[in-house]
């Protein structure tokens, strides 16, 4: 680009970049989609189809950004750690939160139909993004632990809320029933009231999904005999789990491992 007595305005720009031996979280969350999930009719408290969307956009973001070592999400929120020496973009924080948000969004679109084939989008879905960084791998771990109790502890609610609306108690009733009960109480009221057992739910409604790349074995070609050969190769996968306690991380030790 040839230089020109207007290039000053460039002085103007903020240095952005983020510090260094840092691990990055860059966390997306839909903006408005209380109103977006009701004009689309969403299944209340959980709309299966919906959050299978929000995972496949995720998985494509960890295919497109090699980056991204693991991803979780809840509803309409996904949070993506990027690797602590990771120079995507030069760690500048600008170009960092819009290409992951804007991609996200772009996928989201374009992956509408696979999952709600019989409804049109009638408009729009717009997400929002920050990034933060956390210097540790422990901290990183505190922080997906933190989004996990709060998907469990939202989730929890909502079951008991919506079932208590459907059964004919209006909005506010149900949450005058709700107000001030604890866990096992809510535990209580869905078995005795409903016969749900809670830990019977869906995983991905009561853990939330984690997706990140693990070691699966395929079959590449067959040899003279008819014998498969098989290869050792990282995919990325999605998965339902507890990331609180050790075993997922002592099991897969290689996601956050310090540079």
Same mark, same amino acid.
Request: with cysteine; glycine share 4%; hydrophobic share 35%.
């Given at each position: 680009?040839?230089?020109? @007595?207007?290039?000053?305005?460039?002085?103007?720009?903020?240095?952005?970049?983020?510090?260094?031996?840092? &691990? +990055?979280?860059?966390?997306?969350?839909?903006?408005?989609?209380?109103?977006?999930?009701?004009?689309?009719?969403?299944? @209340?408290?959980?709309?299966? #189809?919906?959050?299978?969307?929000?995972?496949?956009?995720?998985?494509?973001?960890?295919?497109?950004?090699?980056?991204?070592?693991?991803?979780?999400?809840?509803?309409?929120?996904?949070?993506?750690?990027?690797?602590?020496?990771?120079?995507?973009?030069?760690?500048?924080?600008?170009? +960092?939160?819009?290409?992951?948000?804007?991609?996200?969004?772009?996928?989201?679109?374009? *992956? /509408?139909?696979?999952?709600?084939?019989?409804?049109?989008? *009638?408009?729009?879905?717009?997400?929002?993004?920050?990034?933060?960084?956390?210097?540790?791998?422990?901290? +990183?771990?505190?922080?997906?632990?933190?989004?996990?109790?709060?998907?469990?502890?939202?989730?929890?609610?909502?079951?008991?809320? /919506?079932?208590?609306? *459907?059964?004919? @108690?209006?909005?506010?009733?149900?949450?005058?029933?709700? $107000?001030?009960?604890?866990? *096992?109480?809510? #535990?209580?009221?869905?078995?005795?009231?409903?016969?749900?057992?809670?830990?019977?739910?869906?995983?991905?409604?009561?853990?939330?999904?984690?997706?990140?790349?693990?070691?699966?074995?395929?079959?590449?070609?067959?040899?003279?005999?008819?014998?498969?050969?098989?290869?050792?190769?990282? $995919?990325?996968?999605?998965?339902?789990?507890?990331? +609180?306690?050790?075993?997922? &991380?002592?099991?897969?030790?290689?996601?956050?491992?310090?540079?």
């Amino acid at each position: 680009m040839a230089n020109s @007595k207007f290039e000053y305005v460039k002085d103007f720009e903020t240095d952005d970049r983020l510090p260094r031996c840092n &691990w +990055i979280v860059v966390r997306i969350d839909g903006c408005h989609f209380h109103q977006f999930s009701a004009d689309h009719a969403f299944e @209340k408290p959980n709309d299966e #189809n919906a959050l299978n969307l929000m995972n496949a956009c995720a998985v494509s973001m960890l295919e497109q950004f090699p980056d991204i070592v693991f991803a979780y999400g809840v509803s309409d929120e996904y949070s993506f750690v990027l690797k602590e020496a990771s120079q995507f973009y030069q760690r500048r924080a600008s170009k +960092i939160l819009s290409l992951t948000v804007s991609y996200f969004t772009a996928v989201y679109v374009m *992956k /509408w139909k696979e999952f709600f084939p019989h409804k049109d989008l *009638k408009r729009p879905p717009f997400f929002d993004g920050r990034v933060v960084c956390y210097p540790r791998a422990k901290i +990183i771990r505190d922080y997906l632990s933190w989004r996990q109790v709060d998907c469990h502890i939202n989730n929890q609610y909502n079951t008991c809320f /919506w079932m208590l609306v *459907k059964s004919g @108690k209006t909005e506010r009733e149900a949450q005058e029933m709700l $107000k001030g009960t604890l866990s *096992k109480d809510k #535990n209580e009221l869905l078995f005795q009231q409903f016969g749900v057992n809670y830990d019977k739910v869906p995983a991905m409604f009561r853990k939330g999904s984690c997706v990140y790349r693990d070691k699966v074995e395929e079959i590449v070609k067959f040899d003279e005999s008819r014998n498969p050969v098989r290869r050792i190769r990282k $995919k990325v996968v999605l998965g339902h789990f507890d990331i +609180i306690g050790p075993n997922f &991380w002592h099991e897969h030790p290689e996601i956050l491992e310090e540079d």
